[in-house]
């Protein structure tokens, strides 16, 4: 098989519409070549596909030219509904992603079984999750950490999301072809993430994952922050990463220990993180420790690669198993380990 070819079909799973009224879907993304225009915006290259939108590197005419960035807003059904190649491939097609690639969810309250379920979002929802998204970029102080935010708009029925265009390599990309990865890096990501925290610019980020981390010349940039609606008691994240679900530090934290456990042993470490966290929307609530650790069992880092030095394997394991109580701590511990 080929991995520069495209899959012959695009199937989707089959998945549970979010409540709400019936609303118009949106309409379907068109055929968006090299060359193509896309209101004010002349199509350059399809970047990558996630669960709730396709995004484009694309210039705008009328500032000359420069490379922006669009995320288009798509009823795709979620991470799990999204078409898989059959193979691991950098090569990028909107008909399907890479199987390591973890697209997020749309979680809902079912208010009846009280617990939380991954659904459809509705046409009204993506609008408003990327919405939430633009709002949350646009704050000054996070420009030097995430993209740019040039704004939301609807083009031709779609809601749209321009931001800045940041080359560089996502971590899952670097993963992916062997490239050497920098431990200070992270401790870096944490030291600034702990920054806009304090600063209350950004309590976390809530969707941390390789493929939102990106290396740019300039140094380690984020993209796509977790989105979530207390009010609703609603959010959107990817639960291999956030397998509790947790909209605080603590689901950063979780996500860097599950990051890190897969770049050292080369497997993800949670065989039911797919399975959402009843209590997950509600930070006083204490899960039954029994369940939370069958929920949470993995095999020893040492088990799988014993060149781990103890140090490493420790802030690991303390980040999957959730007794850091914040940042600080994990970036303390970091530090030790990178000036040793």
């Known amino acids: 098989m080929n991995p520069d070819q495209p899959p012959d079909n695009d199937d989707r799973s089959s998945s549970r519409r979010g409540p709400g009224d019936e609303e118009p879907s949106l309409p379907e993304i068109p055929s968006l070549r090299p060359g193509a225009t896309f209101g004010p915006y002349q199509i350059q290259q399809f970047l990558g596909r996630g669960a709730f939108a ?6 705008e005419e009328r500032s000359g030219g420069r490379d922006i ?8 059904g979620g991470g799990l509904a999204l078409p898989r190649l059959g193979w691991v491939a950098s090569w990028r097609t909107p008909l399907a992603i890479s199987p390591d690639e973890h697209p997020a969810e749309f979680f809902d309250l079912d208010t009846s079984e009280q617990r939380l379920s991954s659904v459809e979002a509705t046409a009204g929802t993506i609008c408003r999750i990327l919405k939430a998204e633009a709002e949350k970029l646009q704050k000054p102080r996070l420009g030097a950490v995430f993209p740019e935010c040039y704004g939301f708009q609807e083009i ?6 321009a931001m800045e265009y940041l080359p560089g390599k996502t971590l899952r990309e670097m993963m992916r ?4 990865i920098d431990f200070r890096w992270f401790q870096r990501l944490v ?3 702990e920054h806009l925290s304090f600063k209350k610019d950004l309590l976390a980020h809530g969707d941390l994952k390789p493929s939102n981390i ?12 977790g989105v979530s609606f207390p009010e609703h008691e609603t959010l959107v994240t990817t639960p291999t990463f956030n397998p509790l679900l947790h909209t605080d530090q603590r689901a950063d934290i979780m996500a860097i220990g599950i990051i890190l456990y897969e770049i050292v042993t080369g497997v993800l470490p949670f065989k039911r993180a797919h399975t959402p966290w009843s209590g997950a929307l509600r930070p006083e609530s204490a899960p039954d420790a029994d369940a939370l650790s069958w929920f949470l069992s993995h095999d020893p880092i040492e088990t799988i ?5 103890p140090t490493l394997r420790s802030i690991i394991e303390r980040c999957i198993h959730g007794t850091y109580p914040g940042y600080g701590d994990l970036r303390e511990d970091m530090e030790r380990v990178t000036s040793s």
């Open 54 to 59: 396709r995004v484009y590197l694309a210039q």
């Open 69 to 76: 960035v669009l995320k288009i807003g798509e009823q795709s």
């Open 156 to 161: 031709e029925g779609r809601p749209v999301l």
């Open 177 to 180: 072809d062997g490239s050497t």
């Open 191 to 193: 030291s600034r993430l």
């Open 214 to 225: 990106i290396v740019t010349e300039g140094g380690l940039r984020i993209l796509d922050p």
């Open 305 to 309: 690669n014993s060149e781990v030095a």
